[in-house]
Structure formats: C-alpha cells, structure tokens
C-alpha cells in the first residue's frame, strides 16, 4: 500500500502545481508559445521551478542503490535519437499549439472544467489507441 | 510581483507552481524509482500500454492529479482554465497531443521536467523538437488568422 500512496501524493503535488503556476490556463500556454503575439513568459518559469529540484533530485539518485518504496530504478534510456522521437515531438507540439494543452494539464483540467478537458482528454486517450493499434 | 514589459505575466506563481511540479517529480524518481510522465501515466492507467509503470501505481497518479488541481483551485491559489478555439480544435488538439506523445515517448512532463533535469540527449531533442513545434504552429495560426488581438 505504501508505493500507491506515494505515487497519489505525487500525483496531488504535481495537480496542485499545476494550477498554481497558469498551466492549466490554456490561453496561458498558448500566450507562451504566441512568440509573434502578445508572448507571456510564463512557462519560462513553471520550468525553471519545476527543474530546479529535480535536478538535485537526479543527483541524489545517483548515490542510491535503489528508489526508497521499490525494488530498484526502472528508468528510460537517454542517448537513443529517432525518427519516431522526432515525428512523435512535431505532432506533439503541434496539438499544443492548437490545444493549449499538454497531457499534464488537461488532467488538471478535468477537475476544474470538465466539459471542455473531457473532450480533449476523450481525444488524447483516442489518439493514445490509435498509436498503439497502429504500431501493431 | 510584475515583469517590467509583460504586465500579464505571473512570475512568482509559476516558479512556486514549478517548484511543486518538481517536487512531485523528485518523490515518483526516489520514493518510487520512476519518471513522472504524465503521458506515459495516462497510458499505463487507461490500459494502452501494457509495459511500465504496475497499473495501481499510474492508476495513483493519474486520479491524484486532478484531484491536487481541485484542491489547489478550491483554496482559491488555482487559476481559471480558458479553452482557446472551437471544439473540433480540441478533439484535432487531442488526437494529436495523445498519439504525438505515445509515438515520442513522452511530454512535457517526461521529456521537459524529468529528462532536462537529467541532461538526456533523448529528452533534450525531443522537448527542443516539440517546443519549436509549438511555436511554429501557433505563428501559423496566427498568420492565418486564427488567433486575433
């Protein structure tokens, strides 16, 4: 039980970081990535708080034998660049362009403004399928 | 606090709104040994991907979330959502958003906070790759009309 509870806690910190910082304000992000309109700034910083601890917590990381509640680390590779890394971030990006959103906040969203998240929640979690179905 | 130039911009919110961001980050990396991917989470948790995190643990995160941006909105510290467009552009958004993050292996999340905090070449190209992407397409919605004021 101890590792679920964790992770939920990370999960309410990472919400409530959210939507303290504007980035579950889609006309907010959209402002950010206006850099030939009215740009705002913003996400400049919900990056550099949001690094700022994690960058120490890769540190500590390195000096531990394993994570605190489990079995051992099971992280993703680092080096590997391919055309589906590449294509993947150009769709990506584009949807956020038009959206505003990004997986992180549209889930936040879903709790302030579930109509309009829940569309575009239902439409992440269909192009999520049609990936996997497409992959074989 | 207000930037000199952008009178819109909320500085202090997103740095301390960041700060929890990476928090919550820095626990699923030492507590669990994991990536906080939002993407990733959300996939694991529905059911489309069956490898990564055991479902109990990504079925946590993904229900915490929203439910730390309830809270966070209900001690009035959240701020107000504002959709931008028609809903066709959020279903168009989202289709794109979902398969875009699955065939990149991450997001934001995974790939900004988690990877350039790590200094993973992977992540560097790929949040460098959707950022530019970003930009470019709201400068093409921008140039055709889409986005006014």
Known sequence: MKAPAISLLAGLLFGAGLAVSGMADPARVRAFLDLFGAWDPMLAFVMAGALMPMTIAWLVQQRMPRPIACEAFDLPGTGLLDAKLLLGAILFGIGWGIGGLCPGPALADLAIAPSEAGIFVVAMLAGMTAHRITRG | ?149
């Open chain 2, 1 to 149: 606090m207000m930037l000199p130039g952008f009178p819109d911009a909320m500085p202090a919110a997103g740095l301390a709104g960041g700060l929890l961001i990476g928090l919550a980050a820095a626990i699923m990396l030492l507590g669990l040994g994991r990536i906080a991917g939002v993407s990733g989470m959300l996939a694991r948790a529905s059911g489309i991907a069956d490898t990564g995190a055991p479902r109990v643990i990504a079925l946590a995160f993904v229900i915490g979330l929203p439910l730390g941006a309830l809270l966070a909105t209900l001690a009035s510290s959240g701020v107000e959502p504002r959709f931008t467009g028609s809903i066709p552009q959020l279903v168009i958004a989202g289709l794109l958003v979902g398969f875009g993050t699955r065939l990149g292996s991450g997001c934001t999340s995974g790939h900004g906070v988690c990877g350039l905090s790590r200094f993973s070449r992977r992540s560097m190209v790929a949040t460098l790759t959707f950022m530019t992407s970003g930009f470019a397409t709201v400068g093409l919605m921008r140039a055709f009309g889409f986005i006014n004021g």
